[in-house]
Every structure is written in C-alpha cells, then in structure tokens.
C-alpha cells in the first residue's frame, strides 16, 4: 500500500471548518477537476454515506464514507459500483482536521493499492506516487482557499495556492 500525504492551513475555527467539510455535496467546489457532486444515499453524513463525483477526466466515481470521526475528519472509499476506482486494486482518501496556533489546518491523504504485482508497484513508484502526491496537496490548498473565500476554486488557482501547502 502506499499513501501520501499534504496540509494547508486554514484560518478559521476548527468547529467552523467541520460544519463545511461535513457536507458531503460540496466536493466539486475544491476538488480539481470534479464539476459535479451529488449524494446517492438518504445518510448524508456518517459511515455509509455515499456521493458520486463526476470528473472532467476521469468521469463518475462513486465515494463513499468507511470511517466518521465527529468534530475531525473521515475517510472515503474510491470505487466504481462493487468494483474498485480504475486504476486500483483499492483506494481510500481522508480529509481531516487538526488544531493549529491560528485557526486549523486540513490534512488531505490517499491511500491506494495497484493491480499487478511487482509490475504495479514499479508503476507505482516511477508515476502513481507522483501524481497522487500532487492530487492530495491540490486538494488540501483549494478546501483551505475555499473555505477562507467562500468562493469555487478553479485549476487556473492552483499556481498561486500549491505555496500554502505544509
């Protein structure tokens, strides 16, 4: 398995940033190439829940929710129906929340596995890592921006905020 990981801070209280981060819908407003979200279970917050995200690129991906941790974060499990998101063998991503001396900061990681055995992993050290990487930081930078401004990011933004990263 591997992970990466990124943080940007956020200058707001931690209670203010977990009222926006549970709501589920709001993914297609800071994260990189999604123009749609919609949830597709009557849960909307908690394990269980679920939201399908349409990206520009890669198209539908279902999202659904396997750890709640009230007040801090969760974790979403990428897949497509039954089956896991393309390219992996599996796939998880956590938003969380942590103290911070102004305001929080908003922890973004991915976890994922790839099919192919050793093959997969010489992908995934020469390019996934890479790509990923890059994929969790542009997100952690944009829900930070996001929630400071109230207001859509867009990939033309995403120049100027990668410096805020941690």
């Known amino acids: 398995m591997s992970t990466v990981r990124a943080r940007a801070p956020i ?14 819908s709001l993914a297609e407003h800071y994260v990189p190439g999604v123009t749609e979200c919609h949830l597709t279970t009557d849960r909307q917050t908690g394990v269980g829940a679920s ?4 990206h520009r690129l890669f198209g539908d991906m279902d999202e659904t929710v396997v750890r709640w ?4 974060g969760f974790t979403i499990r990428l897949h497509q129906g039954d089956r896991p998101a393309r390219p992996f063998r599996e796939a998880f991503f956590r938003y969380e929340l942590q103290p911070a001396e102004r305001g929080c900061l908003i922890c973004t ?13 010489l992908l995934d ?5 890479g790509v990923m990487h890059r994929n969790v930081r542009d997100v952690a930078v944009s829900l930070a921006e996001f929630y400071r401004t109230g207001e859509s990011v867009s990939e033309a933004d995403l120049p100027r905020l990668r410096s805020h990263a941690i």
């Open 11 to 24: 200058p707001l209280s931690r209670e203010a940033c977990w009222q926006r981060l549970r709501d589920l």
């Open 51 to 54: 939201r399908v995200v349409r």
């Open 69 to 72: 941790d009230e007040g801090e």
């Open 109 to 121: 990681s991915m976890t994922w596995t790839l099919p192919g055995g050793p093959i997969g992993r």
């Open 125 to 129: 050290a020469l390019v996934m890592k």
